[in-house]
């Protein structure tokens, strides 16, 4: 069947560090990668996307990187803040041409402790 | 520019009721997708619209069903609601759908007693 799975529900690491989270997924084939942040009580917000043929991407203090081989995304935030408190979702991009969709990940929720 | 908006941001209903939910997508975005977030399952993809038509569907019963009016603004309806209907539901837009990211608003809390 197919899955989407990200690194533990949470993680919890020091102000400064740099947190890494995963996402594996199994029977897709997607063309992009998307990362979001969400907030409680609030929508997700669009962070990084990523392409197929794109090993590595990046923005400011993110990185993300999409191995189709290993089937597995890395996104990591250098320099922690406690302001990077959030959950972190990851979404593939799946489906044919209009059909395709955008499907995620159950989150990471991301504690930055100062 | 004005984000997603999405109205009426909490609501309470009963068994039984049915319930409609509005969304007005960032002007000049014609895709407007829906999902339910649950603690147990995550954000679930319940529909897209495109120009007025239905481009894609989730695996969600006929109870689910939406719409898209012509100046891009969607409902959604949920009718003959189940106590596990209670969720946050985001309605999200982009200007072609597909792979471009998506603006999400703040979503619609909808408790079923």
């Known amino acids: 069947s197919q899955k989407i799975e990200q690194n533990s529900e949470a993680l919890n690491i020091q102000e400064g560090k740099t947190a890494t989270l995963t996402c594996n997924y199994t029977n897709y084939s997607p063309a992009y990668l998307q990362w979001y942040r969400q907030d409680p009580g609030r929508g997700p917000v669009f962070l990084l996307l990523?392409?197929?043929?794109?090993k590595e991407k990046r923005k400011e203090r993110l990185k993300v990187t999409f191995d189709t081989t290993l089937k597995q995304s890395l996104f990591h935030i250098t320099a922690s803040q406690p302001a990077d408190s959030a959950t972190y979702l990851c979404a593939l991009v799946t489906g044919p041409g209009s059909a395709r969709q955008l499907t995620f990940g159950s989150g990471t929720q991301l504690t930055v402790l100062p | 520019k004005a984000g997603v908006t999405q109205t009426p941001r909490y609501l309470i209903k009963t068994r039984g009721q049915q319930v409609t939910l509005s969304c007005s997508p960032i002007?000049?975005?014609?895709?407007v997708s829906w999902y339910q977030q649950t603690p147990g399952q995550g954000l679930q993809f319940l529909f897209e619209?495109?120009?007025?038509?239905?481009?894609n569907k989730g695996n969600f019963p006929g109870r689910f069903s939406g719409r898209q009016f012509s100046n891009s603004r969607s409902e959604m309806n949920v009718s003959t609601l189940e106590l596990g209907d209670s969720a946050l539901y985001l309605c999200a837009s982009s200007l072609e759908g597909g792979n471009e990211k998506l603006f999400f608003g703040s979503g619609t809390q909808l408790s079923v007693l």
């Open positions: 619209y495109f120009s007025e038509t239905q481009r």
């Open positions: 990523i392409r197929e043929n794109e």
């Open positions: 002007s000049g975005h014609r895709s």
